[in-house]
């Protein structure tokens, strides 16, 4: 972290669908100027000007201009803030200047990145840089795969305190959902596959649950790929479209954390199949919103996710657990969950050293305590 920087968290993208989402929350929630010092950032001073009159905030509202292409703005704002909350994707094609900027100088990130592949190649490029710099590189910190990840650090910090231990096994369960996607969800799942066409090889990393651990692959993972029957929860589960970025955050978590759930743990997620209802995001296909477009306001309040967690002892004793969100996964929830990740990795996570981490790793349940005092998340047992 940059200790004495002017700002707890500078918001790059603030222009664009889900950077004005972050913005707003932290105007309507911690004012400007007050106790969390924030700034709106982006590469237009007269965009940036122009959302912050649309969001009604104030006219001191601290803005600077920053381009991923000038690497001489972006090392200029990063001097400036203690964490750079950036919604500038697809990262894998925006992203690294900022990054590299980050590690080098010992400013905290974070992102709400999906994209494995770009988060593999920033674990092996910055990890060691981030360590010496004592920056902290977070991705990940929004529905990608906070609900999930804390979820399975929840459920097992549940299953030490009512079976006596942690628990080899959890099963994560999406059993209910309803959102859009925004058109930057879209634009990273294309570059996504565009990277895999252009590189064959990461198709590879893509299906290897492990892809986010260097040094360490731990055993077979159930697949989660086809419809089945799950007996706690009496419905039958099938694919869920996140467990392929999500799996790899919960294990990396595990890796980082010192393996506290076992070398020989297991994960999968799956989502509970509805006759007739569909069980992923609206949004995908042709008729994907371009960047910068996303769900109304309306359709962001009315959303809301449900997910269930069952930990496994080795001897069949089990516990659930339950994430809850109030509004719409993608945005009206990735918004706030994001603003407090930031806002609790240099609040409460100060000490905590540098190196790229996963949300849960680095900040655990001071950060289920902040997301339920103000983010609409429940993080609840339910046996």
């Known amino acids: 972290m940059n200790p004495n920087a002017e700002f707890d968290l500078i918001v790059y993208g603030s222009t664009g669908y889900t950077g004005r989402l972050v913005a707003e929350y932290l105007g309507q929630r911690y004012g400007v100027g007050g106790d969390v010092k924030w700034a709106m950032a982006g590469r237009s001073r007269a965009k940036l000007?122009?959302?912050?009159?649309?969001?009604?905030?104030?006219?001191?509202?601290?803005?600077?201009v920053a381009d991923a292409d000038d690497a001489q703005?972006?090392?200029?704002?990063?001097?400036?803030?203690?964490?750079?909350?950036?919604?500038?994707?697809?990262?894998?094609?925006?992203?690294?200047?900022?990054?590299?900027?980050?590690?080098?100088?010992?400013?905290?990130?974070?992102?709400?990145?999906?994209?494995?592949?770009?988060?593999?190649?920033?674990?092996?490029?910055?990890?060691?840089?981030?360590?010496?710099?004592?920056?902290r590189i977070v991705h990940s910190a929004g529905f990608d795969s906070i609900p999930f990840e804390l979820g399975v650090f929840f459920a097992e910090e549940t299953a030490k305190a009512?079976?006596?231990?942690?628990?080899?096994?959890?099963?994560?369960?999406?059993?209910?959902?309803?959102?859009?996607?925004s058109g930057g969800t879209a634009a990273s799942g294309a570059a996504t596959m565009a990277a895999i066409q252009k590189d064959p090889s990461l198709l590879a990393l893509m299906m290897n649950p492990?892809?986010?651990?260097?040094?360490?692959?731990?055993?077979?993972?159930?697949?989660?790929?086809?419809?089945?029957?799950?007996?706690?929860?009496?419905?039958?589960?099938?694919?869920f479209m996140m467990a392929a970025i999500n799996t790899k955050n919960v294990h990396r978590s595990n890796a980082l954390m010192g393996h506290p759930w076992g070398t020989d743990f297991q994960y999968d997620e799956m989502s509970v199949v509805v006759p007739g209802a569909?069980?992923?995001?609206t949004g995908m296909g042709p008729d994907a919103p371009k960047p910068g477009e996303g769900p109304s306001k309306a359709e962001r309040e009315a959303g809301f996710y449900d997910v269930a967690f069952i930990g496994v002892a080795a001897d069949g004793r089990k516990v659930k657990v339950s994430v809850k969100g109030d509004?719409?996964?993608?945005?009206?929830?990735?918004?706030?969950?994001?603003?407090?990740?930031?806002?609790?990795?240099?609040?409460?996570?100060?000490?905590?050293?540098?190196?790229?981490?996963?949300?849960?790793?680095?900040m655990g349940g001071k950060l289920i305590d902040r997301l339920q005092a103000n983010a609409g998340l429940t993080f609840a047992v339910e046996g």
């Open 73 to 135: 703005s972006v090392a200029a704002m990063v001097a400036r803030g203690k964490a750079i909350v950036t919604t500038v994707g697809p990262y894998q094609l925006y992203g690294e200047s900022l990054v590299a900027a980050c590690a080098k100088a010992g400013t905290d990130y974070l992102d709400l990145c999906g994209e494995p592949n770009w988060m593999a190649h920033v674990i092996a490029t910055y990890d060691a840089q981030a360590k010496a710099s004592g920056a």
């Open 162 to 181: 009512k079976l006596g231990s942690y628990v080899p096994r959890v099963k994560g369960r999406l059993r209910a959902m309803s959102g859009g996607l």
């Open 327 to 362: 509004r719409d996964p993608g945005y009206g929830s990735t918004s706030k969950m994001l603003a407090e990740a930031a806002i609790c990795l240099v609040r409460d996570a100060k000490t905590a050293p540098g190196g790229v981490w996963t949300p849960g790793a680095v």
């Open 210 to 239: 492990f892809a986010l651990t260097p040094g360490f692959t731990g055993p077979a993972q159930p697949p989660g790929n086809a419809v089945e029957h799950d007996e706690d929860l009496g419905v039958d589960v099938g694919p």
């Open 49 to 64: 000007e122009e959302v912050r009159d649309l969001l009604a905030l104030p006219a001191e509202t601290p803005l600077i």
């Open 278 to 281: 569909p069980t992923e995001f």
